[in-house]
């Protein structure tokens, strides 16, 4: 009798862990369903392989994905100016150079501005601005790369992955407005 409740014991505490395991995916992947509900513009995949790159994703709530995807898109914005720093450090084409000289002044307005206090207290309203501005950034950096025809932008992926990220957290930020 001994031995069969240990068993059982065992199996239950088995089950329990593998439902613990499996609620914290589900929080990234119905995350990023709701995102892309409200965008249909989010690549679901980059953003639940975002979300999931941080071990701590697995037992955050949403606020803690919040937090996740805020911490991701401004290293990726830090990452991107640094960048640019250096592309600028090449030969390149006049008016891809001045493209490039664009897109560092403008991401530049927001790289440095460390929002997590105030996502921390809440301040969602102020954090949604930021977010939206580095996303207004990179329309305007990528409208001056397009503009050089039969050039390949040497930033249209990283200006892609700004996108998804500040798609990310705006859409994070709206799903906690409306709890």
């Not at 030969?91 to 891809?96: C, D």
């Not at 460390?114 to 950096?141: F, H, N, R």
């Not at 040497?154 to 200006?159: A, M």
């Amino acid at each position: 009798m001994n031995r069969a409740f240990s068993l059982y014991a065992l199996f239950l505490i088995l089950f329990l862990i593998f439902q613990h395991v499996q609620s914290a995916n589900n929080i990234v992947h119905d995350t990023c369903k709701k995102i892309k509900a409200g965008d249909t513009d989010l690549n679901f995949d980059y953003c639940v392989k975002s979300l999931e790159s941080n071990p701590e994703s697995h037992k955050a709530d949403l606020k803690g994905l919040g937090l996740i995807g805020l911490e991701l898109l401004q290293g990726n914005l830090t990452s991107i100016v640094e960048y640019i720093e250096e592309l600028l450090k090449q030969k390149w084409e006049p008016r891809l150079r001045d493209a490039l000289s664009l897109c560092l002044d403008v991401y530049s307005t927001n790289e440095g501005q460390d929002q997590i206090p105030a996502y921390k207290a809440k301040l969602y309203d102020d954090v949604g601005s930021w977010a939206s501005s580095v996303m207004t950034d990179e329309d305007t950096c990528d409208t001056q790369e397009s503009q050089n025809e039969g050039m390949v932008p040497p930033l249209t992926k990283r200006n892609n992955e700004i996108v998804q990220l500040s798609t990310i957290v705006l859409g994070v930020l709206a799903i906690l407005q409306g709890e």
